[in-house]
């Protein structure tokens, strides 16, 4: 049997998800002098900080494959021979990696330089809205953005991680469903009696899809136990990203991002924006947001195959899954494989 090299494996990597940004820790997870290791697209990424440098690489010494996020590894500065920089540490045989990931300085050997070589496979990070965003390929576009994040109107209530033994899509998917909210959310989200769904558009735009405005009754949509009719907006920008905001006497948003773990897990992450309820403790809104999640989570495991399926004539739809639909008809359109399937 032969194992596939670094580069092989990353050459496999479905190329839509290789070339997106995908949260993969909170910003305050990466802390200098501590590297930080984390799962994306079923492979291993650590993360550390050199001053105001954040980096990002596979998490493999190429010595002898030693995880550098592993029990022992550490970021200091050094001034070793030529060497005076910051490293980050293999905690096997010691080796030292630069911001750049290229290998500076061999214990065992420290007279001789590195090979070029031994450098890491790098990848693009940065820090956005107090998490830490990783692309493994090139990025065709920016973080998406948050639409309430700069207007001095609204709080911004981070939520998650929450890991899912589900697929990415599945879970978007779920979220932009809106005729579950009767059945899996009754007496919060929905009302049997009131399971209608009018007629709405979804529409393929540059910032991605984006629906009409969609009306439901709702006992209690935002945890302050006050039940109103919301009109809500959807819009997907980009596969694993997807945002509503909705009326409901104020103004109320979810951005809700997954990160592709492996191809069945998934870590969720969200954030909850309102314009209104400035007594209303982020724990409440925390709590909310955990007792809905806590009630999609056993429905979302339980569907199959557990794959997304884009093939539209593989399941029955109606009326009110035009924005899953069209959710699926993008994926196709875009090539993508991973966690779904064709």
Not at 32 to 43: F, I, K
Not at 113 to 139: D, H, N, S, T
Not at 174 to 202: C, K, M, S
Not at 233 to 250: A, E, S, W
Request: net charge negative.
């Amino acid at each position: 049997m032969v194992t596939p090299t670094l580069v092989e494996r990353l050459a496999c990597i479905d190329p839509v998800m290789k070339n997106d940004w995908h949260v993969v820790a909170r910003a305050e997870d990466v802390v200098e002098g501590t590297p930080y290791g984390a799962h994306l697209l079923d492979q291993p990424v650590v993360l550390w900080r050199t001053g105001n440098r954040l980096s990002a690489a596979y998490d493999l010494c190429f010595h002898r494959g030693t995880r550098l996020s592993a029990p022992g590894s550490r970021v200091e500065h050094v001034s070793r021979g030529t060497v005076d920089t910051d490293c980050l540490i293999c905690p096997y045989h010691g080796w030292h990696y630069n911001a750049e990931g290229q290998c500076v300085y061999i214990p065992a050997a420290p007279e001789t330089k590195p090979p070029q070589k031994a450098r890491l496979q790098m990848f693009q990070a940065q820090e956005r809205y107090g998490w830490i965003w990783v692309c493994m390929g090139e990025p065709t576009q920016d973080v998406p953005c948050i639409p309430e994040w700069d207007d001095p109107d609204f709080r911004n209530v981070r939520w998650g991680p929450w890991v899912v033994g589900a697929a990415g899509p599945r879970l978007v998917e779920n979220f932009l469903d809106i005729a579950h909210f009767p059945y899996v959310h009754e007496g919060l989200l929905g009302d049997q009696d009131h399971a209608t769904v009018d007629e709405y558009r979804a529409d393929l735009t540059p910032e991605g899809i984006v629906t009409s405005e969609i009306k439901v009754w709702q006992p209690n949509p935002d945890g302050t136990g006050v039940g109103s009719y919301s009109s809500y907006v959807y819009k997907v920008f980009r596969p694993l990203t997807g945002y509503f905001i909705k009326q409901t006497g104020g103004r109320f948003s979810i951005y809700f991002t997954v990160t592709p773990v492996a191809p069945r897990e998934s870590a969720v992450w969200m954030y909850i924006s309102m314009d209104y309820e400035e007594d209303m403790p982020d724990a409440e809104v925390v709590e909310f947001q955990d007792r809905i999640f806590e009630q999609d989570i056993p429905v979302v495991m339980s569907q199959f195959p557990e794959e997304l399926p884009l093939d539209l004539a593989a399941e029955v739809s109606a009326r009110a899954d035009r924005l899953s639909i069209r959710y699926r008809q993008w994926l196709s359109e875009l090539g993508m494989t991973f966690s779904v399937v064709q």
